[in-house]
């Protein structure tokens, strides 16, 4: 089943579409070894995941209450200017196509259930021991994600706010 990336549709499931999700990856080097329907579906795996990972933190609000997806909003200022809101940014795609490779690679990766909430203290096998810090997230942190994302999110997990006030 064909992916659906048209911008505000009720219908959208994605927000790349399948040959330029190819084409993402043919540029960053990585290997496509599976077949396009296996690659659609972990690109809808990976806009599922994004859109609910960041659906909080996201700024603005959406453009238009009936579209599927948390992209395109309006309201969101961008390196000092205010983005039409019927654009999703290159970096949200971005940000959407990494979220899908690692889906494909590892199908349910990027929203992996956690044992007991995933608060693990100790791990030991034979000399190896891993002991994460007090207080540590619980879930796992995906840097190229976040970085691509910095300039259209409030915050990140911890409740940290990011970004800058202006006066009107």
Request: glycine share 10%; with cysteine; proline share 5%.
């Amino acid at each position: 089943m064909a992916l659906t990336t048209i911008v505000g549709s009720p219908t959208a499931d994605a927000y790349i579409s399948l040959a330029d999700f190819k084409n993402y990856c043919d540029s960053m080097g990585y290997d496509l070894p599976l077949g396009d329907d296996k690659i659609e579906q972990g690109i809808r795996r990976g806009t599922q995941w994004l859109d609910s990972a960041y659906r909080n933190r996201f700024i603005g609000k959406v453009a238009d209450i009936d579209q599927a997806l948390e992209w395109p909003r309006s309201g969101v200022v961008y390196r000092g200017e205010e983005l039409p809101n019927d654009v999703i940014p290159k970096q949200l795609i971005h940000a959407s196509a990494e979220a899908a490779r690692r889906e494909i690679v590892k199908p349910g990766s990027m929203s992996p259930d956690l044992k007991r909430g995933g608060a693990i203290k100790s791990v030991g096998a034979g000399s190896a021991k891993v002991e994460f810090a007090d207080g540590a997230p619980v879930e796992t942190t995906f840097t190229t994600i976040n970085a691509l994302l910095s300039g259209f999110v409030s915050g990140d997990a911890s409740g940290r706010l990011y970004g800058f006030v202006a006066r009107a």
